[in-house]
RNA sequence: GGCUCGAUAGCUCAGUUGGUAGAGCAGCGGAUUGAAAAUUCGCGUGUCGCUGGUUCGAUCCCGGCUCGAGCCA
């Protein structure tokens, strides 16, 4: 590692919680460029019901992969990684300081920690591996790596079946490998600096019903209508669905917009979940 | 005004032939290295509308009251 180039600095929090804001703070006081951590607005055309900021905020402080994939493509915290990669270098290469912002807490943790030494998803495989029941799934597991099955949660399809994808992939042991990447993965923390922004549940709420509000009011709609071809990695983005929805006049938008921030709410639990355990990020108060 | 039905968790409702009650959703907590705004595990949070009566014991049975829905006037 070069210590002459400047350290990034991590702006994490779940969603609505002004982490937009607070990493053009830092930016402007580091003179720092801002890096997209977030899943969504990674892509173009989700602009609004990803809440990317807005192009008066891009205007003030450089930004950096927002809108970069279309909305066709899809992505993975692999991928991602591979983007974002480069652009930190090359900010940092300008002495400048990279401020890393978004709530997707994978994606953040492979910049932080790395990716193992794992085999990226195929997508056939993953199709036939769907196919099969369950049972199926965890009994192969169990015969192929019963150490790996030990430690997957096998009531979770998804890991079971990512779980038997690394072994049949590699051919090897899926536990092995993750073992490797748990080695030298355990001292990273100490050298990383970043922020959570922590905000009271009913606060978080409020903001996140606000920005609902102000979605619907402010073209999410029309910028969902416009959609044409979403792969199925994007078509997860909270909102689509139910905009859509409302657009095919299924639901009426009150009930549109409940089911918006129900989701959301839902979304920034399992968010504060995940940075409570990055206990290398520091807590930050705002003020309302 | 009369009759009927309903009133149980934050919401929609189930249930107890009388022994203080349980589902879904919401909510809360957890897991989570290539689908992650995904996926998944756990947790019931309650003056059973109010008030008398019967009973060893009432959320349940009976009376009255209140509120809501419907029907008849």
């Given at each position: 590692m070069n210590h002459n180039l400047p350290l990034p600095c991590y702006i994490c929090g779940p969603t609505a919680s002004g982490k937009s804001a607070l990493a053009l703070e830092v930016a402007q006081r580091l003179d720092g460029e801002i890096v997209n951590a977030d899943a969504f607005q990674l892509y173009r055309g989700l602009e609004i019901v990803s809440a990317a900021p807005s192009l008066e905020e891009r205007g003030q402080v450089p930004h950096h992969l927002?809108?970069?994939?279309?909305?066709?493509e899809s992505a993975d915290a692999g991928s991602y990684l591979r983007l974002a990669q480069p652009v930190i270098g090359e900010i940092q290469s300008r002495g400048k300081t990279p401020v890393i912002t978004g709530g997707s807490g994978l994606y953040l943790k492979f910049l932080t920690h790395g990716p193992a030494p794992l085999p990226t998803g195929d997508a056939a495989l993953r199709a036939a591996l769907d196919a099969r029941p369950l049972a199926d799934l965890v009994a192969q597991l169990q015969a192929l790596d019963p150490l790996e099955a030990a430690r997957?949660?096998?009531?979770n399809r998804r890991f079971v079946a990512r779980a038997l994808e690394i072994c049949l992939l590699t051919g090897g042991l899926a536990s092995g490998l993750r073992d490797q990447w748990a080695a030298q993965t355990r001292?990273?923390?100490?050298?990383l600096r970043g922020y959570v922004i922590q905000r009271a549940r009913d606060d978080l709420h409020a903001r996140i019903a606000a920005r609902t509000r102000a979605m619907l009011d402010g073209g999410a709609l029309e910028e969902v209508a416009a959609l044409v071809r979403v792969s199925p990695n994007c078509?997860?983005?909270?909102g689509l669905r139910e905009i859509r929805a409302l657009l095919a006049g299924d639901i009426d938008r009150a009930t549109c917009e409940g089911l918006i921030n129900a989701a959301t709410r839902q979304y920034a639990k399992r968010q504060e979940s995940w940075f409570r355990r990055e206990q290398w990020l520091e807590p930050v108060h705002p003020a309302l």
């Open positions: 927002y809108g970069v994939l279309d909305p066709a997957t949660a096998l009531q001292e990273l923390s100490a050298s078509e997860k983005a909270i």
